[in-house]
């Protein structure tokens, strides 16, 4: 399996414990690759500290470490990303417009951040409507493990055995994973993964959006939550296609 990472300990030096995105995507049970892909964020709103923000919630309420069962947070993500790819054109006006002059989520370099907001919001006005994404089990307890794991150090980024775990809870065609650090709120993770700003192949957004040659592909979802010791929050999406729970 194939790893990049993108000048993450440079960006942690800096900016730590406001926030981080990690991605990575596997086409095939088979032959898979993965890509993985870390940002820190600038100057925006500190997700760490923003407990008020719509939908917050603290590590200890979220669930994954001790739950068969997604939690109300974990929830409200997967319903946040379904917002985006079924109406992705309301999205862009209700959530990413006002980020332009109220930057609540701001993922990097203030002199970057807009150009990637400004692309986000073309290429969702551009693009169709997609299926919305229904809850895998399987899924979230594949996140669910790698939460727990990783949560206990302050090590990020994606598990190299990333489509044998998923493989141990369910069966799949098509596979991804998208991770955020810090943000406490499913808003704030979503539109972090959207933006995706510092990173060139807009990983995370093609995730969500399925910008690619297999584009609506993707059936299923399982988001976990739970404590980071660097970052004292994480998120885990994992998404499938061909999708079946064992």
Not at 78 to 102: C, D, G, I, W
């Amino acid at each position: 399996m194939r790893k990049t990472a993108i000048s993450f300990f440079a960006a942690v030096a800096l900016l730590f414990a406001v926030g981080l995105v990690s991605c990575s995507d596997s086409s095939s049970s088979n032959s898979s690759s993965d890509s993985a892909y870390e940002v820190s964020p600038g100057s925006g709103t500190s997700p760490s500290s923003n407990s008020s923000s719509s939908g917050s919630s603290s590590p200890s309420s979220s669930g994954t470490a001790s739950s068969n069962t997604a939690s109300e947070m974990e929830m409200a993500v997967l319903s946040e990303m379904n917002y985006a790819r079924t109406k992705p054109r309301e999205y862009v006006t209700n959530r990413l417009v006002p980020q332009r002059t109220n930057p609540t989520v701001n993922l990097g370099n203030s002199s970057t951040y807009q150009a990637a907001l400004e692309e986000c919001i073309s290429q969702m006005n551009a693009i169709s409507s997609l299926g919305a994404l229904s809850y895998g089990q399987g899924l979230y307890l594949a996140a669910r493990e790698w939460g727990v794991e990783q949560g206990r150090g302050s090590s990020v980024g994606h598990d190299p055995n990333l489509d044998g775990r998923i493989s141990k809870y369910c069966t799949w065609s098509k596979m991804g994973e998208n991770i955020a650090y810090g943000y406490d709120s499913a808003e704030a993770i979503v539109i972090a993964l959207l933006v995706d700003d510092g990173v060139s192949s807009r990983g995370h957004r093609k995730n969500i959006l399925e910008l690619d040659s297999n584009h609506g592909s993707y059936t299923h979802a399982g988001v976990a939550i739970g404590s980071h010791a660097g970052y004292r929050i994480m998120c885990c999406i994992d998404y499938a296609g061909g999708y079946a729970d064992k």
